[in-house]
């Protein structure tokens, strides 16, 4: 058995244009975007510590991230108007050991 992914939803506010750009193409690699600066990406904990590894390297002090982990009772409350991805419930554990 892999290790367990989980969905986290990834939100981010770039002041530089070049930064932006880079960040989007960053995440890009590791999940879907819902909107421009709003993605969704399912990983473990291994992923999970390289991107924010990665996205410490791209961004500056007056930058701000957010990456909020979605359980499945989070998961199971999300609501979508016209969605353009699904968001998948498989693998979902329903408690997590920390």
């Not at 939100?11 to 690699?29: A, E, F, N, S, W």
């Not at 990456?67 to 968001?87: K, M, Q």
């Amino acid at each position: 058995m892999g290790e367990v992914k989980l969905w986290y939803l990834i939100c981010y506010d770039i002041r530089d244009p070049v930064r932006l750009r880079r960040t989007h193409k960053l995440l890009k690699g590791y999940g879907a975007s819902l909107q421009y600066s709003i993605f969704r990406c399912r990983l473990n904990i291994r992923q999970l510590e390289r991107l924010r590894w990665e996205l410490e390297k791209e961004l500056d002090s007056e930058d701000a991230v957010m990456i909020a982990g979605l359980c499945g009772g989070c998961l199971a409350r999300v609501t979508l108007r016209n969605p353009r991805v699904e968001w998948s419930t498989e693998e979902i554990p329903k408690f997590r050991v920390i």
